[in-house]
């Protein structure tokens, strides 16, 4: 099952977005010269419109919605109809923002990726923290936990397994905050946002591009891989 128009508006993540600016910085931190770029699961194009004038950006998403959309917002980039007949070693950057959940077979498609990078090439990806603050508090009311497209919530642990199985040195793993509120049912919800939106809103503002908020203050992980 892939995302129509109607799972993108339901989720809030057809337009363009503050944390898609973040993570813009993020990946121009980790490639300062630029060079090719894939985001995998590029949704609507947001984030590729975002770096198509530092990289050679491709992007690939499985929903044709996506896609189309995508080709739209992101006139400078190419929209992959498919992925898999790409040159091995082709990529300096792989972008996954929210998109490994959503396989059914994350190892099988990491692997494929991996071999994709250029020597010190990097693989950024981002994925829902099953040990999250958000989860233990909130259980079935947790943000992944309410997608039905998701398929694998994967421990920290296993994702970082995933991506040394696949030839990858993980370089570090960061929390992206606490967003999800409410958490509290009898608290307020602007007052839970002004308390638990302190961390994420140092980390995306703050001048230093590289994510600092240690995995526990996150509701997902972003975790930073490169092929040696």
């Excluded at 530092?54 to 998403?61: E, L, M, P, T, W």
């Excluded at 498919?82 to 099988?108: C, K, M, N, Y």
């Excluded at 994702?159 to 990858?168: P, S």
């Excluded at 793993?173 to 002004?194: E, N, T």
């Amino acid at each position: 099952m892939t995302a129509d128009q109607d799972y993108y508006r339901e989720h809030g993540i057809e337009d363009d977005r503050l944390a898609l600016w973040y993570y813009a910085r993020v990946v121009r931190h980790l490639r300062p010269t630029g060079g090719r770029l894939l985001d995998f699961g590029c949704g609507t194009g947001h984030l590729l419109r975002r770096l198509s004038a530092r990289f050679d950006a491709c992007g690939y998403d499985a929903s044709a919605y996506a896609r189309s959309q995508a080709r739209l917002n992101a006139p400078d980039a190419t929209i992959l109809e498919e992925w898999g007949s790409q040159r091995t070693r082709s990529f300096d950057i792989i972008v996954a923002l929210h998109t490994l959940e959503h396989l059914r077979r994350p190892p099988a498609v990491m692997t494929q990726l991996a071999p994709l990078l250029t020597p010190g090439g990097v693989f950024l990806f981002v994925v829902p923290n099953t040990n999250s603050l958000g989860r233990r508090l909130k259980r079935d009311r947790w943000f992944a936990h309410r997608d039905a497209h998701l398929h694998s919530l994967l421990s920290r642990g296993e994702w970082v397994g995933l991506a040394r199985e696949a030839g990858l040195d993980v370089q570090w793993v960061c929390g992206d905050g606490w967003w999800d509120v409410p958490y509290l049912r009898l608290v307020p919800a602007s007052l839970q946002r002004a308390v638990f939106g302190v961390p994420a809103a140092v980390q995306l503002f703050w001048p230093r591009a590289r994510p600092f908020l240690p995995p526990a203050f996150g509701e997902c992980l972003i975790v930073s891989a490169i092929r040696s």
